[in-house]
C-alpha cells in the first residue's frame, strides 16, 4: 500500500540555468561530456509523476524522508537517510544508506555502489525514481510496474521556497494520515530490527498499559509518555470531548485538558487552536512544519510564543466517534516531527480511543449499577404510590388523584405540607407514574448545606475549582439527566442559589463551578417546602419569579392530626413491614393500642409514627402490640386527650383534685397500671406520678 505521495525537494535549485541547460541539450544534440556532468531524476508514479529532479557532477544527492536531504520524499516507508546518487569519475552510482527495507533495481535490494544507466528505474520504499540523461525521452522499458493505490492527501512538491501549486508563501500542513501501516500491515517482512518492527513492538507495549488504565487522566499520561519515548516531541497534551455531551461538529474551544507534558516544565496554555480544527474537521493526522514562519500560524495560535517548529496532531477516533485529540510539539528546528512519527501517533491514537471507550463504558455502566442499585434499595424500602401512600382518608384520595393526573404532564410540582407528612413519597411517587420512570430519581436537601456547597452540590464544580476541589465532580442536575430531581426545603436556597436555579427551570444551560463550558440538561423538577413561601416572598428572601415559577403544580399533603382515620391503617401497614425487617413474630396491634396512637397529636407526623412502629416492634415481647409497649413523645403529651366514659360525662361540680385523680386513675387503668407508660402519657415523671397516688392514697386494686 503506497501511504503517501512524495514531497521532493529540491535544494539550490535554478530554474533559469535548468531552462537554458534544457534549450542547449535540445538545439545542440547529444554531449557526453555535459550528459555525464549533468543528470537527472524523474518521479515516476504519483500525481507528480514526470517530476525532474536535475543532478550536478561533484554534488552528492541524497534522498530521504528527513528535511536535511538534498531531495525530501516523506514516502512512510522510506527510511529519514535511504540513500544517495553520485557522480564518481565520469560514471553516476546509486548508494544505499543503510534504509530499513533497501533500495532495490528491478525488485532486488542493491549492495554496494550500483552503476545507473540511461533509464534505469529503482525503488525507494514506494516511490519509483528513473535516472536518465534525457529527461524529455520516453522511458517505455521499465514503467510498466505495478503502482499501488494512493491513499493520502496531495501535498505539492517543493524547490526550495517555491512549490509547483503555488497558494502559500510559507508551507504549513505538509502531511496528512488516515491511516497506519500498524494496523494495515506491510507487504514486505519486518525483522524485530527494523525501527517499524521496533515501533510495533513498542506500541503493543503501550497498548497493554492503556489497557489497565481505570480513568481517563492516567491514560492520557501513560499515552504522552510512550510517545515522548519514540518521537522527538518536548510538548504534549491530550485533549478530550465532554463524555456526556453530544457534539456533532466540534470545535477546538469545547476541548477539555486531560493530560500535559513537557520537558521543560513550562505550564500549559490553550495552543494550535487552528491546526485542532483542521484534524477534528477531517477526523486526520496532520504534520505541520516551519510553523514559526507561517504568518497564519501566527496570527491564530500562541504558537509563536512556544516557538513550535513542527507539529502532529492526531484524532482520538473509532468508527464514527470522536472522543479528542493528541497534540504534539517539537520546539528543535533540528530534530523536527515529520510524516513517519505520525503513523505512530495515529496508530496510539487509534490504541486509545479503544481505550478510553471502555473507560467510558465502564464508568457509564458503574453509573448504571449504582443507579439501579439505589433504585432498588429504595424500591425495597419504600413502594410505589399504591403501597406507600397508605391511607383511606379523603385526602389521601384527593392527592391520589392529583398525583396520577400531574405526574404524566411533565411539568414543575411544588409539594407543600408539615416536616414528616411524606413529601418525598409523593414526589417519588410523581415520578414513578410519569414518563421519566425509567430515568434517574436525585433527591437534594437544600437545608443541608451551605450556599457554596449547595451550588456545587446542584450545578457540579470542575477540578481546582476551590480549596478542596481535588477533580471534577457531576452535580445533582446533570445526575438526574432525563429523570426526576427532588429538592426538599427548597425555601431554604440563598439569593444567589435562586438566581441560577431559575434559570435552569427555564430551560437555560449552566456552568459548573470553576468552568466555562456549558451544560444542557433534560430533567424535571419536582420541589417541597415546610416554609410560608408567600410571607418570604413579601420579605424579600424568596424571588417573586422563582415562586411563580415553582407553582405551576401545587400539592398539599395534609398533617396527620387532620386526618385521624388513617392513624390505625398506617400503623398496621408499619407492623407488618417492620416485623419482617426485623425477624420479630409481632403481627397486630390491641385495641388499646390503637385508641392510644389515634388520641396523640402526632407533631412529627408519618415519619413520628413510623419510627415509634419500630420502635415498639424492637421492644415487644409478645405478637400483639399493647400500650405498655407504645412509648409516645412528651411533645404531644400537652394535647393528648384520653377518650372514655368519664371524659365524655357530663359536668360535675367538682373540685380539680377530683377530676386529677380520677384523670390518672383512668390513665392507669388504660396502661394496665403501668406506672411509667402512664407518667409519660400524663406528662410528669414517674416519682411525680408516685407522690400523687400517695397523696390520693391509690392503690393498684387486686383482682
Not at 65 to 91: K, L, M, W, Y
Not at 289 to 295: E, G, S
Request: a negative charge.
Amino acid at each position: 500500500m503506497f501511504f503517501g505521495h512524495c514531497v521532493v525537494e529540491a535544494r539550490q535549485l535554478d530554474l533559469r540555468t535548468n531552462e537554458l541547460t534544457m534549450n542547449n541539450l535540445k538545439n545542440d544534440g547529444p554531449d557526453r561530456t555535459a550528459q555525464q556532468s549533468t543528470a537527472y531524476l524523474v518521479l515516476r508514479n504519483g500525481p507528480m509523476d514526470g517530476t525532474v529532479i536535475p543532478l550536478h557532477a561533484g554534488q552528492n544527492a541524497t534522498i530521504g524522508r528527513a528535511t536535511t536531504n538534498r531531495i525530501v520524499v516523506p514516502d512512510e516507508i522510506c527510511s529519514r537517510n535511504h540513500c544517495e546518487v553520485f557522480c564518481d569519475d565520469g560514471q553516476w552510482k546509486l548508494r544505499d544508506l543503510g534504509s530499513r527495507n533497501g533500495t532495490r533495481v528491478r525488485g532486488e535490494a542493491i549492495t554496494g555502489d550500483y552503476a545507473l544507466v540511461e533509464g534505469r528505474q529503482f525503488q525507494i520504499g514506494n516511490t519509483f525514481l528513473s535516472f536518465t540523461f534525457e529527461p524529455d525521452g520516453a522511458l517505455a522499458d521499465e514503467t510498466n510496474m505495478l503502482r499501488e493505490e494512493d491513499t493520502a492527501t496531495e501535498i505539492p512538491v517543493r524547490h526550495d521556497d517555491l512549490t509547483l501549486d503555488i497558494q502559500e508563501a510559507r508551507p504549513e500542513i505538509v502531511h496528512r494520515t488516515g491511516k497506519t501501516r500498524y494496523v494495515l500491515g506491510i507487504t514486505e517482512a519486518i525483522s524485530s530490527r527494523d525501527r517499524a518492527g521496533q515501533e510495533a513492538q513498542r506500541l503493543v507495549r503501550l497498548g497493554l498499559k492503556m489497557g489497565a488504565a481505570n480513568d481517563v487522566r492516567s491514560l492520557s499520561e501513560i499515552v504522552l509518555q510512550g510517545l515522548f519515548e519514540v518521537t522527538s516531541a518536548d510538548i504534549g497534551a491530550v485533549l478530550v470531548l465532554p463524555s456526556n455531551t453530544a457534539i456533532k461538529r466540534p470545535t477546538a474551544g469545547q476541548l477539555e485538558l486531560a493530560a500535559y507534558k513537557s520537558l521543560d516544565s513550562r505550564p500549559f496554555e490553550r495552543i494550535s487552536d487552528y491546526v485542532s480544527d483542521v484534524v477534528l474537521e477531517t477526523r486526520v493526522a496532520v504534520v505541520a512544519l516551519d510553523v514559526n514562519a507561517n504568518d497564519r500560524f501566527k496570527a491564530s495560535d500562541s504558537l509563536n510564543a512556544m516557538r513550535a517548529e513542527s507539529i502532529i496532531c492526531a484524532p482520538i477516533r473509532r468508527d464514527d466517534r470522536l472522543f479528542g485529540l493528541i497534540q504534539l510539539y517539537s520546539t528543535n528546528p533540528d530534530n523536527r516531527l515529520e510524516a513517519d512519527d505520525s503513523e505512530f501517533v495515529l496508530a496510539v491514537a487509534d490504541q486509545m480511543a479503544i481505550a478510553l471507550e471502555g473507560i467510558q463504558e465502564r464508568s457509564r455502566l458503574t453509573t448504571i449499577l449504582e443507579r439501579r442499585e439505589n433504585e432498588n434499595k429504595s424500591l425495597r424500602d419504600l413502594l410505589k404510590i399504591e403501597t406507600e401512600l397508605v391511607g383511606d382518608s379523603d385526602s389521601i384520595r384527593r392527592l391520589r388523584e392529583k398525583i396520577l393526573r400531574v405526574a404524566p404532564t411533565g411539568a414543575t410540582v411544588l409539594i407543600r405540607g408539615e416536616s414528616g407528612v411524606g413529601k418525598e413519597l409523593v414526589a417519588r411517587a410523581i415520578h414513578e407514574h410519569s414518563g421519566r420512570t425509567s430515568g434517574p430519581f436525585i433527591t437534594m436537601n437544600c437545608a443541608a448545606l451551605s450556599e457554596s456547597l449547595l451550588e456545587s452540590e446542584l450545578f457540579g464544580h470542575e477540578k481546582g475549582s476551590f480549596t478542596g476541589a481535588i477533580s471534577r465532580k457531576v452535580g445533582k442536575f446533570e445526575q438526574a439527566h432525563q429523570g426526576t430531581l427532588f429538592l426538599d426545603e427548597v425555601g431554604e436556597m440563598s439569593p444567589a442559589i435562586q438566581a441560577k436555579f431559575l434559570r435552569v427551570l427555564e430551560g437555560h444551560p449552566f456552568e459548573r463551578v470553576g468552568g466555562g463550558i456549558e451544560v444542557r440538561v433534560d430533567v424535571r423538577v419536582v420541589a417541597a417546602t415546610n416554609r410560608d413561601l408567600e410571607r418570604s416572598v413579601e420579605a424579600g428572601t424568596f424571588r417573586k419569579d422563582l415562586y411563580f415559577r415553582l407553582q405551576v403544580m401545587e400539592l398539599f399533603v395534609e398533617p396527620l392530626r387532620d386526618r385521624r382515620s388513617d392513624i390505625a391503617i398506617l400503623a398496621n401497614h408499619f407492623v407488618e413491614r417492620f416485623a419482617k425487617k426485623s425477624g420479630r413474630p409481632v403481627h397486630s396491634l390491641s385495641p388499646a393500642a390503637v385508641t392510644a396512637l389515634v388520641n396523640y397529636p402526632w407533631p412529627g407526623n408519618v415519619r413520628e409514627l413510623q419510627n415509634t412502629i419500630e420502635r415498639a416492634v424492637i421492644l415487644c415481647s409478645g405478637d400483639t402490640l399493647g400500650p405498655a409497649d407504645i412509648q409516645l413523645s412528651a411533645l404531644g403529651a400537652g394535647d393528648l386527650r384520653i377518650i372514655d366514659d368519664k371524659s365524655r360525662a357530663a359536668f360535675r361540680p367538682v373540685s380539680v383534685d377530683i377530676i386529677e385523680q380520677e384523670h390518672i386513675l383512668a390513665t392507669l387503668e388504660w396502661t394496665k397500671w403501668n406506672k411509667s407508660q402512664a407518667a409519660h402519657i400524663l406528662g410528669i415523671e414517674r416519682s411525680t406520678l408516685d407522690r400523687k397516688l400517695k397523696k390520693y392514697e391509690v392503690e393498684r386494686p387486686r383482682h
